[in-house]
C-alpha cells in the first residue's frame, strides 16, 4: 500500500498473485465481505464490537440504577417506610411504658420483675406466666449478679423435677452455666429439693436447692431487645 502525499490517494499493491482468482481473493480480504475498509490491525473489529457492546451494558446499567432508585425513592415508598417505622417505635414505646408503670426494671435486652408476696415455685411461676413472662433463666455471669443486687431470697427458673439430677430451665434449655453454692445441690437431709433458690447473695455462686413447696419470692423475666 502507497500513500501519495500530493494527490491524497491510497494504492494498493495486490502483489504478485499467479491468476485473477487469487488477487481477488487477496483484495476481498483486505476490503473485507460486508464492503467496508478491514482495519490493518488484526482482530481490530473485534475490539471495536467489544469495546460497543461494553458501552452499551454500561449505558443500560446506568438506566437501569437510575431507574431503580427513582421508583424506591418515589415519595409513596417513603411514606411507608415511614408510616412501618414510627408505628413498630410506638408499639414499642407503649411496650416499654406498659413495663416500667407496673415496676419491671431493665437490664440486658430483659425486663424483671420481683415479687413482693412469697409462693411456692409452681404459683410464682404462673404468675410469671400471667405476666407474659415467666421464671428467669440466669444464662450470664452479668444476669447472676444483677440478681444478687436484690439481696432477697427468689425463685428462679430451674428445676429437676422432670428427672431426678437432671437440671434444666422453663424453656426446656439444660443447664450449661451453673452459679451452686458449696455443697449444692444436695437434696439435704434426703428431703425432694427439685427447686432452685438464690440464697447466698455475698456469694458470686449464690444457688441453692430446695423444696418446691417452700414459699419464696420470685423473679419474672421477659425478654424485650430494645
Ligand atoms: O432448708 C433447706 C436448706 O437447709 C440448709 O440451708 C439453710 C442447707 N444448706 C447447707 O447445708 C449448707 C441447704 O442445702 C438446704 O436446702
Ligand atoms: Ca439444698
Redesign the pocket.
Known sequence: MVYDKDESEITIEIGNFPDASARSVALKSYIGEDGEAATAVPGGKLHRYVAVSFCLLCILQAALNISLRLALSSPQNIDASCKNLTERDNLRRINFAHYFNQGWVYFHDSFYYISSIKKTWQDSRDDCLQRGADLIIINSKEEQEFTRRYKKIMWIGLTDRETEGVWKWVDGTPLTTSFWYF??P?N?HGRN?DCIEIKYHDNGNSW???VCENENLWICEKKMAL
Open positions: 455443697g449444692e444436695n439435704y429439693e441453692n436447692d430446695v
